[in-house]
């Protein structure tokens, strides 16, 4: 690990700020994933600023009846806040489905959001990465793509968003509420927040430079049958090579998303519509325009087994 020095901030502009204005600086909170990619210098901050004590770290009912969740509420607490497993339970699925006990009691709402988009090329230096060097080249493209996307890549890079989290927050029309180095609030709707790699696939979200989380809110609840479905190679801590979030009434209307995909939580409001007939038409209307590899164009079948287990589970709940 390269040497970095580190701040403790005082208050949400101060870190901004500081994160900003100097080159290489980062936020740092639970750092499950950035600390695992500092020790293989993968990731090279020459600047932490630490926002634990910033204070967002609770979940409070909003005027409109959703909740705002803190940037800094665990993945933990999220999960088994009884607001969040009564209204929002796909969310609480979807939390649970994901990396370990451990790594949820300190990964926090926020740096689930952020966690890098990535596929085994990412993580070897001897390979080229477009996300790791702009410029270099996409190792996965032409090479090992299994688990990579079929939708939303591009030629410059093909991984998937690793996030649970993420899937059901799309699903639920979550929108991420930010402070800037100048104060300036803003809350872009968690479907602008993940960008598609295009040609600046190192660029993974829609925030500014200094740019920090501070809440992400939900809207009122949904009704319906909440479910997460997730597909992977191996019981736990294993990310997913298909997953579907769905939230389904008792006619069969509903809405999905889904993850293992692409570059970023997937949803489609023709899914949504197709889903009165069937996994089969949903799983058409969410993969337009899909452009597999030879790798994983198992995917596309798998994808519409996934859907119609979500709806099987919907129904008998």
């Known amino acids: 690990m390269r040497s970095f020095t580190y701040e403790r901030a005082a208050d949400p502009v101060t870190a901004a700020r500081a994160v900003a204005q100097r080159q290489g600086a980062k936020f740092i909170a639970g750092g499950t994933n950035l600390l695992d990619l500092m020790k293989i210098e993968i990731e090279t901050p020459t600047h932490l600023v630490d926002v634990q004590d910033l204070g967002f770290d609770r979940i409070e009912a909003t005027e409109d009846g959703g909740l705002r969740i803190g940037a800094l509420v665990t993945n933990t607490d999220l999960a088994a806040d009884k607001r969040v497993r009564r209204d929002y339970a796909v969310l609480t699925r979807a939390i649970v489905a994901g990396a370990s006990g451990q790594l949820r009691n300190k990964a926090t709402t926020a740096g689930n959001l952020l966690q890098r988009t990535?596929?085994?090329?990412?993580?070897?230096?001897?390979m080229p990465c477009n996300k790791r060097r702009?410029?270099?080249g996409c190792g996965a493209i032409g090479g090992y793509s299994r688990q990579l996307a079929?939708?939303?890549?591009?030629?410059?890079?093909?991984?998937?968003?690793?996030s649970d989290m993420a899937v059901a927050m799309r699903l639920l029309d979550a929108k991420v509420e930010t402070i800037d180095p100048q104060?300036?609030?803003?809350?872009i709707p968690i479907a602008d927040f993940h960008r598609l790699p295009g040609d600046t696939p190192h660029i993974e979200t829609a925030l500014e430079p200094g740019e920090l989380i501070t809440a992400v809110t939900?809207?009122?609840?949904?009704?319906?049958?909440?479910?997460y479905e997730k597909v992977r190679d191996r019981a736990s801590y294993?990310?997913?090579?298909?997953?579907?979030?769905?939230?389904?009434?008792k006619d069969g209307s509903g809405?999905?998303?889904?993850?293992?995909?692409?570059?970023?939580?997937?949803?489609v409001e023709a899914a949504d519509t197709a889903l009165p007939?069937?996994?089969?038409?949903?799983?058409?209307?969410l993969l337009a325009g899909a452009q597999p590899t030879p790798d994983n164009a198992f995917k596309l079948p798998l994808v519409e087994r996934t859907i119609a287990a979500a709806l099987d589970t919907a129904r008998s709940a």
């Open 134 to 136: 702009p410029g270099s």
């Open 218 to 227: 939900l809207p009122k609840p949904i009704g319906g049958r909440h479910v």
């Open 277 to 285: 007939q069937g996994a089969k038409a949903a799983a058409t209307a």
């Open 255 to 267: 809405r999905i998303a889904a993850g293992g995909l692409a570059h970023k939580p997937w949803r």
């Open 150 to 162: 079929v939708i939303g890549g591009s030629d410059k890079c093909i991984a998937t968003n690793p």
């Open 118 to 126: 990535r596929c085994p090329y990412f993580y070897d230096p001897s």
């Open 183 to 187: 104060g300036a609030t803003r809350t």
């Open 238 to 249: 294993a990310f997913a090579i298909v997953s579907v979030a769905a939230v389904i009434a």
